[in-house]
T-cell receptor, first 111, second 112 residues
Framework: TQLLEQSPQFLSIQEGENLTVYCNSS?????LQWYRQEPGEGPVLLVT?????EVKKLKRLTFQFGDARKDSSLHITAAQPGDTGLYLC???????????FGTGTRLKVLA | ETGVTQTPRHLVMGMTNKKSLKCEQH?????MYWYKQSAKKPLELMFV???????ENNSVPSRFSPECPNSSHLFLHLHTLQPEDSALYLC???????????FGSGTQLSVL
């Protein structure tokens, strides 16, 4: 069974602080995606990474895919209250439509 | 606007009821998914349909019965559910491969 463990589970920080969320697995994935989910809504895609070692930046968010394609991290610089939400990583294997989601990190940024 | 519409948004049902959840996507995607999201577990994949054919059944109990009449519509028929089935049920669609999932807003289900 493919599992994606995220850490930390919960994170409460002050506006302006930096943070990193981790997504780890013992399985190799062909691609890995990060989503953010707000209360009462479905998850919305932030980024997709497909190459081992790949780094992508989206404004204040930096995403990295591990060299072995088993892990990923999301770093947020100068967090803002608008970053509050549930962050989910999701992995998929080539040739399938099966997206496996991580355990989630619930982030709260206080003004 | 996500392009994936789920109805109803909220549903309360007894254990002996039969109800259906509906999902419609307006994005021209070929794959549709049902996921279950509960407080204590990660987002769980239930079923995957690709071009109306079921390609994945993640050991889901038979009290959940999916139906995909065409690539734009997906249903989840519910009968004799248990209280532990209470959760947010999310529908999603994609073009498959590495394409992103587009989610609906979900149906919050409570089983009494």
């Amino acid at each position: 069974t493919q599992l994606l463990e995220q850490s930390p589970q919960f994170l409460s920080i002050q506006e302006g602080e930096n943070l990193t969320v981790y997504c780890n697995s013992s399985s190799v994935f062909s691609s890995l995606q990060w989503y953010r989910q707000e209360p009462g809504e479905g998850p919305v895609l932030l980024v997709t990474v497909v190459t081992g070692g790949e780094v992508k930046k989206l404004k204040r968010l930096t995403f990295q895919f591990g060299d072995a394609r088993k892990d990923s991290s999301l770093h947020i610089t100068a967090a803002q209250p608008g970053d509050t939400g549930l962050y989910l990583c999701a992995g998929t294997t080539s040739g399938t439509y099966k997206y496996i989601f991580g355990t989630g990190t619930r982030l709260k940024v206080l003004a | 606007e996500t392009g994936v519409t789920q109805t109803p948004r909220h549903l309360v049902m007894g254990m002996t009821n039969k109800k259906s959840l509906k999902c419609e996507q307006h994005l021209g995607h070929n794959a549709m998914y049902w996921y279950k999201q509960s407080a204590k577990k990660p987002l769980e994949l239930m079923f995957v349909y690709n071009f109306k054919e079921q390609t994945e059944n993640n050991s889901v109990p038979s009290r959940f019965s999916p139906e995909c009449p065409n690539s734009s519509h997906l249903f989840l028929h519910l009968h004799t559910l248990q209280p532990e089935d209470s959760a947010l049920y999310l529908c999603a669609s994609s073009q498959g491969g590495y394409e992103k999932l587009f989610f609906g807003s979900g149906t919050q289900l409570s089983v009494l």
